[in-house]
């Protein structure tokens, strides 16, 4: 069975955040390795535990700064001359 292909997230936080998951994976994966002195794949039980762990910790500080990121690229607009500015897309 071959694998489906992926489609990419339609949040924008969660496209957002999958770098930075995939790098505390990578991240993760070396220093479990460092640990044991071999190689260590990356789906391993105790590099799985340590990436929750890290997720956990920093998660929702990570959330806040793409959203306050996502909020800064959007540009406020007038739909009509006598509205307050809202944001749009």
């Given at each position: 069975m071959r694998p489906r292909p992926s489609k990419p997230p339609q949040d924008p936080?969660?496209?957002g955040e999958l770098p930075?998951?995939?790098k505390i994976v990578e991240d993760e994966?070396?220093?479990e390795g460092e640990r044991r002195g071999c190689p260590v794949s990356p789906h391993d039980p105790v590099v799985h535990?340590?990436?929750c762990k890290v997720i956990l910790r920093v998660g929702e500080k990570m959330?806040?700064?793409l959203t306050?990121?996502?909020n800064a690229q959007r540009k406020p607009v007038a739909l009509r001359p006598d509205?307050?500015?809202s944001f749009c897309d």
């Open positions: 936080i969660v496209a930075l998951i995939r994966t070396w220093l535990e340590n990436v959330r806040e700064n306050a990121s996502l509205m307050p500015p």
